[in-house]
């Protein structure tokens, strides 16, 4: 938002005060200035001009030369405009100054005025068109000024550009600083400064505005407050001068002098205001509802149709929709030359509302900025006064007697206690109460004595983000000034757990990337249907920024989905992803805070394309057998050495997972995403995810590893092949063949499994690669013997496995 110091000038005297000042004051009371410029200092060397004689350059047919009187001297000037003329009043850039703008550069660059001969004839500065100024499209002309223009006059007192203007960010909940009013507030506890009293000064003629117009308000729910006032007999033209600078001074369109004055009133106050041609409003009656069934679509200001659904709240007529509250009005109803009368609209409706349909239309407006965030709802009769005073002014007309207000009631300051103890214990301050007192009463927040050590506040309703005693407290420590509390205090705190938790979970995101994976962050905020699609019970917001941030995360899966088809739609196809984040889960669990737990949780993604075609070889996509791989790889970094994989089938976002134990403590799943969860997210390429306890997995972790020497004695490798039932897992059986080895076993590995021809129906043949050694000796036969009679008893036993074919090695 931008704001003037011009402006602000008019609410609170500045005059003794920097720039600089102003910025660093507003940024450490938390509004934040992110740039400021002084406007004049780009017109140095600029003038206005009186153009005395004009002749045609004698070698060129263009090109004209000029006499251009400039109050100290007259200058000779060559000027290529065709409408320029004697007796303009004209810009003049000198010779020295640098024009902003170069429209004859494709980049536009500013360039310095130097004396040039144009065609023989020398030219001692320069005529310039609002495209060279930087103030406006037209490059085909010369500015001319108005006639009473005051020669040798600096062009940017006489443009009104002698101004600074403060480019500032603000936070959603100080929406009472969308304004310059608001912002003057603020200045004006910061410098101890009194705000300059102002008073609005109009006359009421005629028949009282009842009698003018109705207003019907519907939707209380959505529209608390609705106020209009009626002007008869205006003339819609141009702006007055010091009306239209203001506006674009600030990066608004001039449009004329009534929606001008809407526009300066919202950012003087922060109250946005509509003006409707009355003679365009069926039966002058404006009514605010939702729309009806048959009300699909309408035609906003900007000449584009909109797509409007039941829920949202319009402005209308007898007839028709004229507006959509709180976004924007309607060609229908807008104000234009022929106009003579107008209804103005000072409204406050419901933010959840306005940021709905703003977002849901992709319209987003000054006015929906503002509503989307709060407006005070005892702001709109102000508004209305101040408005009708500038209408008045430069558009002339009748003002009818009185305002139209239709309110679900009084709107009421909200009381607080404030205990003192409380404010110095929360700040390390010792504030007396008069002190705090006077801080929270020069933003305006009138305090009352209960007691010594107790104040009672009146929040105003422009404070909507003040709830409780500390809001008022974090208001006492802003104003006074942070850098104002001593720091004088010590404590005794240890990190060291923390930080090597941290440098960790930095070593772990270091060794993904190394293992070609890319680290994503998504949003923690999800619609509540993503976030039950892992867990039923999940944490709601209470008061969510839109329906797609409703609720919190339950899993990294939705947002590891919404990002595999963000790079699909780019053409990405082959990914290795990772992301370290946080999940919220709702728990009865006595050790969490309240009834919440968050939880770290690390996942893996892999999607397409594991090894690329190549001459020797097929194209490999990504399998689940990957992801194992990934995971063990994973489990090996950490130097854990213990794990098994169970299968799990019941985990309804996969088609075919795994459970994860390491120590026999569960730490995660791992699977392929099941089609109907793709189909939620668009992805139409197999999906294989794992996510893992990422607390646990650190607890577990070792710190040192592990080194064992060289084998004294060889190994003995052979392979052994066994019948089992299909559904017996291959796990269960490595499990029995590592016991029946005892302490000779040193490796085994899966090099096969089949069924089919020569295998029984109902069964398969699960081939196994056995290592077995010892420390002491070297094996003979009889050792392997030995093992191959034990094992083939002990799946025997435990599996009715029968030993299909041997093989030593």
Same mark, same amino acid.
Do not use: C, W
């Given at each position: 938002m931008k704001i003037s110091r011009k402006w602000l000038q008019q609410l609170v005297d500045l005059t003794d005060i920097s720039d600089e000042d102003i910025a660093y004051r507003l940024t450490m009371l938390g509004i934040e200035v992110e740039s400021y410029e002084n406007l004049s200092g780009k017109y140095d060397g600029f003038v206005v001009g009186a153009v005395l004689e004009v002749e045609k350059h004698p070698n060129a047919d263009k090109l004209s030369l000029c006499k251009v009187d400039i109050g100290r001297e007259v200058k000779s000037i060559i000027c290529g405009a065709p409408n320029v003329a004697a007796g303009q009043k004209v810009p003049v850039g000198l010779v020295g100054a640098i024009v902003p703008h170069n429209q004859h550069d494709p980049e536009g660059k500013p360039f310095e005025l130097t004396r040039a001969k144009i065609r023989g004839i020398e030219s001692e500065g320069m005529i310039c068109s609002e495209s060279e100024l930087g103030l406006g499209e037209d490059k085909s002309r010369i500015m001319v000024f108005e006639a009473d223009a005051a020669t040798g006059t600096p062009l940017a007192p006489y443009l009104g550009l002698d101004?600074?203007?403060?480019?500032?960010s603000l936070t959603p909940n100080r929406p009472d600083c969308l304004s310059h009013a608001g912002i003057a507030r603020e200045l004006s506890a910061a410098f101890s400064r009194k705000l300059a009293p102002r008073r609005i000064r109009f006359r009421e003629e005629g028949a009282p505005v009842g009698e003018s117009a109705k207003v019907e308000v519907s939707a209380p729910d959505l529209c608390p407050r609705y106020s209009a006032r009626v002007i008869r007999g205006i003339k819609v033209g141009p702006s007055p001068k010091w009306l239209k600078e203001s506006v674009e001074r600030i990066g608004m369109r001039s449009i004329n002098n009534v929606v001008d004055a809407t526009n300066y009133v919202m950012m003087e106050l922060g109250q946005p205001l509509h003006a409707f041609d009355l003679k365009l409003v069926a039966g002058h009656k404006v009514?605010?509802?939702?729309p009806q069934s048959e009300e699909t679509k309408f035609t906003t200001l900007d000449g584009k149709e909109r797509n409007i659904s039941p829920d949202m709240l319009m402005i209308c007529d007898k007839e028709k929709i004229v507006a959509i509250a709180g976004v924007m009005g309607g060609?229908?109803? =807008?104000?234009?030359?022929? !106009?003579?009368?107008?209804?103005?609209?000072?409204?406050?409706f419901s933010a959840s509302s306005v940021r709905k349909t703003s977002? =849901?239309?992709?319209?987003? !407006?000054?006015?929906?900025?503002?509503?989307?965030?709060?407006?005070?709802?005892?702001?709109t009769v102000h508004a209305l006064d101040r408005v009708a005073e500038i209408i008045c002014d430069t558009a002339g007309g009748t003002l009818a007697p009185g305002i139209i207000d239709v309110a679900v009631g009084k709107f009421l300051p909200r009381r607080?206690?404030?205990?003192?103890?409380?404010?110095?214990r929360l700040l390390g301050t010792r504030l007396a109460s008069g002190e705090i007192k006077r801080v929270l009463e020069s933003i305006e927040i009138p305090c009352g004595k209960k007691s010594e050590t107790v104040l009672t506040c009146a929040v105003p309703t422009f404070r909507g983000d003040i709830e409780r005693d500390v809001d008022l407290i974090e208001e006492v420590g802003r104003v006074y000034g942070y850098e104002n509390i001593a720091d004088s205090f010590q404590t005794k705190l240890s990190f060291d757990t923390r930080f090597q938790e941290e440098g960790a979970i930095y070593d772990l995101r270091e060794f993904l990337a190394g293992a070609g994976f890319n680290e994503i962050v998504t949003n923690s905020l999800q619609p509540a249907d993503l976030a039950g699609l892992h867990e039923s019970a999940y944490v709601t917001l209470a008061n969510p920024i839109s329906e797609d941030m409703a609720a919190m995360?339950?899993?990294?899966?939705?947002?590891?989905?919404?990002?595999?088809?963000?790079?699909l739609s780019h053409g990405l196809k082959d990914m290795k992803l990772?992301?370290?984040?946080?999940?919220?889960?709702?728990t009865d669990d006595q050790q969490t805070v309240g009834t919440f737990l968050e939880s770290d949780r690390i996942s893996i993604v892999l999607s397409g394309t594991a090894d690329p075609m190549s001459y020797d070889r097929k194209e490999a996509k990504f399998d689940i057998f990957d992801l194992k791989a990934e995971v063990e790889r994973l489990l090996r970094y950490l130097n854990l050495d213990s794990w098994d994989f169970i299968s799990y089938d019941t985990a309804k976002e996969y088609e075919q997972s795994l459970k994860l134990f390491v120590n026999g403590m569960e730490l995660g799943l791992a699977g392929r995403v099941s089609e109907m969860t793709l189909k939620k997210f668009s992805v139409e390429q197999d999906v294989f995810f794992a996510e893992l306890d990422l607390s646990k997995l650190l607890a577990l972790r070792r710190r040192t590893r592990r080194f064992k020497g060289l084998p004294k004695f060889p190994f003995a490798s052979f392979d052994l092949s066994f019948i089992v039932e299909d559904k017996t897992p291959v796990a269960k059986l490595i499990d029995s063949l590592r016991s029946a080895a005892g302490e000779m076993f040193r490796d085994i590995s899966v090099f096969d499994i089949y069924s089919g021809e020569g295998i029984p129906?109902?069964?398969?043949s699960a081939a196994f690669s056995v290592a077995l050694g010892s420390e002491e000796r070297t094996l003979n036969d009889n050792d392997i013997a030995g093992f191959i009679e034990k094992a083939e008893k002990k799946l025997s036993e435990e599996f009715s496995a029968e030993l299909r074919k041997q093989k030593i090695v």
């Open positions: 101004d600074t203007v403060f480019d500032i009514i605010v509802r939702r060609m229908n109803s =807008e104000i234009n030359d022929e !106009t003579t009368d107008v209804l103005i609209e000072s409204a406050n977002k =849901e239309l992709g319209l987003s !407006t000054e006015a929906s900025y503002r509503f989307e965030r709060g407006v005070d709802p005892n702001l607080i206690e404030l205990h003192v103890d409380h404010v110095n995360r339950t899993s990294l899966l939705p947002g590891a989905l919404q990002s595999v088809g963000l790079n990772f992301e370290i984040g946080r999940v919220y889960r709702v129906a109902g069964k398969k």
